[in-house]
């Protein structure tokens, strides 16, 4: 099993609204990234889980809320987003941040639109 | 900070024809890996193919093959016999490794490429 699997594919919310992101994994990788990714952009990196703690926030703002559950879960709580945080969100995985294993597997992103 | 730069926004080439997206980046580490990465219209990130900076060989993987000049900081990807599936935006990355671990991916800006029946 070699994917990252994300849910939903879709999601339509308020800027009022709590939502949740899911990422699921079960490759046994010990690293798991939320990327945001814009149009015709590359991916941004968000925050990156390391043997479930969180190792790098890249300033994200506080209404989005990560959360890794177990070595197989990553989640990315959302609360009154704006309207620019429309984008797809991409979940990936690797092994370990600390070995040479190094390939990061992506999910297939939850395209978000905030309304 | 480490950058990688795609000059070219856009390319295309003509079924069963040969590609090359080119790809620098910039970074005072010895230690790294790249990658190519390709993304289709469904929207994953699709592993396409890794070089280790270590490794003098140029890494392949059947159509796929890279041409690593470290000193030059060049990174490009060859796509021979393209196929109409190739047709999806290219993204190069960088990953800088050190004894505490390696850190996350960084990305260049993406080629888009079609390919043309």
């Known amino acids: 099993d070699t994917e990252v699997t994300q849910t939903p594919k879709h999601l339509v919310m308020g800027m009022t609204n709590k939502k949740s992101l899911k990422c699921e994994q079960h490759?046994?990788?010990?690293?798991m990234y939320w990327y945001k990714q814009k149009a015709k952009k590359p991916p941004e990196l968000m925050f990156v889980?390391?043997?479930?703690?969180?190792?790098i926030n890249e300033s994200v703002p506080s209404r989005f809320s990560p959360e890794c559950p177990n070595s197989s879960l990553l989640n990315l709580h959302l609360h009154a987003l704006q309207p620019e945080d429309s984008a797809l969100y991409l979940c990936?995985?690797?092994?370990?941040?600390?070995?040479?294993?190094?390939?990061?597997?992506f999910g297939q992103g939850t395209r978000l639109t905030v309304v | 900070a480490q950058t990688v730069t795609q000059s070219q926004p856009e390319m295309s080439v003509q079924e069963a024809e040969t590609v090359t997206l080119s790809c620098t980046y910039d970074?005072?580490?010895?230690?790294?890996?790249l990658f190519w990465y390709k993304q289709p219209p469904s929207r994953q990130m699709i592993l396409v193919i890794r070089?280790?900076?270590?490794?003098?060989q140029n890494a392949t993987e059947n159509r796929f093959s890279v041409n690593f000049q470290k000193a030059a900081k060049s990174f490009s990807l060859k796509i021979s016999d393209s196929q109409l599936g190739d047709t999806a935006m290219y993204f190069c990355a960088f990953m800088k490794h050190r004894g505490s671990g390696n850190t996350p991916l960084v990305f260049g800006k993406g080629t888009r490429l079609s390919v043309i029946a």
């Open positions: 490759m046994g990788h010990r690293a």
């Open positions: 970074t005072s580490e010895n230690n790294y890996y």
């Open positions: 070089q280790e900076a270590y490794k003098q």
């Open positions: 889980y390391s043997y479930e703690k969180l190792s």
């Open positions: 990936a995985s690797s092994q370990d941040l600390a070995t040479g294993k190094t390939e990061a597997f």
